[in-house]
C-alpha cells in the first residue's frame, strides 16, 4: 500500500496561504490523492481529492506534481478555524479494498 | 449535507462487557466503514461493508465483530472489551463502491474500558 510524508507540524499567519506539503513517492497510477482535516474532538472532515490534475474547491486547491510523486494543499486565507490536522491520503481504491490508510497528518497552528 | 450519526459521544464499560457501537447515515451510502484513533498511530480500519449483511476486515479486526442488517446502519461489536480496546472509535459512509467518493465520518465515540 502507498504511504503518504508529511511534516509534523506548520505554523500560518492569519489571512496568508498555508501551503501544507505531502510525499507519496510509491503511488500508483490509479491511486488518488485525498485530503481532510480533523478539528479538535471532531470526526475527519473531507476537504478536496485528484488523480494527476489540479483541483480548487470552496475550501482549498490541490496541486498535484507531473509525477505524481508528491502534492500541495493549499488554503488561500487561512483563518482561526483552519487550526486542525490535516491529513494526506492515497485511497487505495478497487473492488474489494476501497479503504483510507490515514498516516499521522500535520497539525498546522493558525495564529493571528 | 450527508450526516453520520454516532449514537455515543463518550461510553465508560468494564472488563468483560459486551458493547455495542451505532453508526447511522441518511444519504443512502453503499459503504460504511468502522476505524478507531489513537495517539500516534493514526486512524486505523477495523471492518468495512459494502452491502447489505456483507462485511470485510480491515487491518485490525481483532475483538471485534460487525452487523450490518439494514442500508443505513453498522454496528461495531466487542464481544468482550479490554483495555486496549480504549478509544476514539470512528464510523464513516461513502456512496460509490467502483468509482472513490469522499468518505463522510460522524463525530466519533469516545471508549473507555476500565
Known amino acids: 500500500d502507498a504511504k503518504t510524508t508529511q511534516p509534523t507540524s506548520m505554523d500560518c499567519a492569519e489571512g496568508r496561504a498555508a501551503n501544507l506539503p505531502c510525499n507519496h513517492s510509491?503511488?500508483?497510477?490509479?491511486?488518488?490523492v485525498y485530503w481532510y482535516r480533523q478539528i479538535h474532538s471532531q470526526g475527519p472532515q473531507y476537504i478536496i481529492h485528484g488523480l494527476k490534475n489540479n483541483e480548487t474547491n470552496e475550501m482549498a486547491s490541490l496541486i498535484i506534481t507531473e509525477d505524481r510523486k508528491s502534492s500541495t494543499l493549499i488554503l488561500p486565507h487561512a483563518t482561526l478555524r483552519d487550526t486542525a490536522v490535516y491529513y494526506c491520503?492515497?485511497?487505495?481504491?478497487?473492488?474489494?479494498?476501497?479503504?483510507?490508510?490515514f498516516g499521522t497528518g500535520t497539525r498546522l497552528q493558525v495564529f493571528p | 449535507d450527508v450526516k453520520v450519526t454516532q449514537s455515543s459521544r463518550y461510553l465508560v464499560k468494564r472488563t468483560g462487557e459486551k458493547v455495542f457501537l451505532e453508526c447511522v447515515q441518511d444519504m443512502d451510502h453503499e459503504n460504511m466503514f468502522w476505524y478507531r484513533q489513537d495517539p500516534g498511530l493514526g486512524l486505523r480500519l477495523i471492518y468495512f461493508s459494502y452491502d447489505v449483511k456483507m462485511k470485510e476486515k480491515g487491518d485490525i479486526p481483532e475483538g471485534y465483530s460487525v452487523s450490518r442488517e439494514k442500508k443505513e446502519r453498522f454496528s461495531l461489536i466487542l464481544e468482550s472489551a479490554s483495555t486496549n480496546q480504549t478509544s476514539m472509535y470512528l464510523c464513516a459512509s461513502s456512496l460509490a463502491r467502483v468509482i472513490p467518493s469522499p468518505l463522510h465520518f460522524g463525530n466519533g465515540t469516545r471508549l473507555t474500558v476500565t
Open positions: 510509491t503511488i500508483s497510477g490509479n491511486e488518488y
Open positions: 491520503i492515497v485511497r487505495v481504491a478497487g473492488r474489494n479494498t476501497d479503504k483510507l490508510i
